[in-house]
């Protein structure tokens, strides 16, 4: 077994949970991340002047959370961000999905990435658990049954990064009411080829 499997399979075995980025498919840092967190930028510019939350419907490893936390920092109104996900893993797709035996494999590797692994993320990311717990709402579960967590507080950012398509359309039909006027909805997978690793 190579060096760095060995490692991997020790840290994993001592912690309980791999490491984040250790991933052996998933990038850790691309071009792609840092260009899409310039892009958070100038979202969340244009809904300065407006109040309301930001939501993230898919939470994945924690990097656009990471993302979110950090830009919001910045400025001066201290937004609260939600994070719904099921934190296990995608449910089962539907026919819209258009399903393959490689995707559903690609797809298998989130099961790994729930709370836990998430907040390890955020901490090792520079977030304090004082910050995390002060300005970020987990909601836990299968979204749509999961939407009730919700405080229904106005939103002046929706980010919808749910890859498949009966979550999205849910989370949509049921957040848009709270997006305000001016508030933007983004929606990570529009006019793109489908995620697969
Ligand atoms: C591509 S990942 C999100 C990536 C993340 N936004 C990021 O920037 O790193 C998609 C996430 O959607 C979640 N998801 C998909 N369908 C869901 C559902 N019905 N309810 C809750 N979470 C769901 C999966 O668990 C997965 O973590």
């Known amino acids: 077994m190579a060096f760095t499997t060995r490692l991997k399979t020790a840290v994993k075995a001592i912690l309980g949970y791999p490491l984040p980025g250790h991933s052996d498919t998933l990038p850790a840092i691309s071009q792609a991340n840092t260009l ?10 244009k ?31 201290q937004r609260l961000i939600w994070a719904f996900d099921s934190f ?11 399903a393959s035996e490689e995707r559903e494999a690609s797809y298998s590797q989130y099961k790994q990435f729930n709370l836990l692994y998430v907040l390890n993320v955020m901490r090792t990311f520079g977030l304090t658990t004082t910050e995390i717990d002060r300005r970020i709402c987990f909601a836990k ?8 967590l919700y405080d229904k507080s106005p939103i002046a950012l929706l980010h919808l990064d749910l890859d498949i398509y009966e979550p999205y359309k849910e989370a949509l039909n049921f957040f848009w009411e709270f997006v305000v006027p001016g508030g933007i909805v983004m929606f990570d997978e529009y006019n793109k080829a489908l995620d697969v690793f």
């Open 88 to 98: 296990e893993g995608f449910p089962k797709f539907s026919k819209e999905d258009e």
């Open 141 to 148: 579960g299968f979204i749509p049954a999961s939407l009730g």
């Open 47 to 77: 809904v300065a002047g407006l109040d309301g939350a930001v939501v993230e419907c898919g939470v994945g490893q924690g990097y656009g959370l990471c993302n979110w936390a950090a830009l919001t920092s910045l400025d001066s109104k």
């Open 36 to 45: 899409r967190t310039v892009y958070f930028r100038e979202c969340l510019r």
